[in-house]
Nanobody, 123 residues
Framework: QVRLVESGGGLVQAGDSLRLSCVASGRTFSNYAMGWFRQAPGKEREFVAAITWTGGSTVYADSVKGRFAISRNNAENTAYLQMNSLKPEDTAVYYC????????????????WGQGTQVTVSS
């Protein structure tokens, strides 16, 4: 079992930056790829970014490419999502997830999920 706890969300203005953190405990964190997803009110949970267990490869949703950056520190069992140039449409609850051993954007491939952290971007 892996437990994930996100933090770093908040209320910001358009154009601002935030860095989300996800701390893992339980089974070996470094064996798995990590992903970030988000869910806005009334919408399905959508993929944002993912990173391999080595940190050597990443993939992003088109809507965040060039603005967001995912990273991880396996020694500290922590993954990060740096979000720059935030837009009102980025407003959502952000979730970190893990479980797959390969890089994937498919939500159902992720077995373990955090409780989410709210990000609100005002215009």
């Amino acid at each position: 079992q892996v437990r994930l706890v996100e933090s770093g969300g908040g209320l910001v203005q358009a154009g601002d930056s935030l860095r989300l953190s996800c701390v893992a405990s339980g089974r070996t964190f470094s064996n798995y790829a990590m992903g970030w997803f988000r869910q806005a009110p009334g919408k399905e949970r959508e993929f944002v970014a993912a990173i391999t267990w080595t940190g050597g490869s990443t993939v992003y949703a088109d809507s965040v490419k060039g603005r967001f950056a995912i990273s991880r520190n396996n020694a500290e069992n922590t993954a990060y999502l740096q979000m720059n140039s935030l837009k009102p449409e980025d407003t959502a609850v952000y979730y970190c997830a893990t479980g797959p051993t390969r890089l994937t954007t498919t939500r159902t491939n992720y077995r373990y999920w955090g409780q989410g952290t709210q990000v609100t971007v005002s215009s």
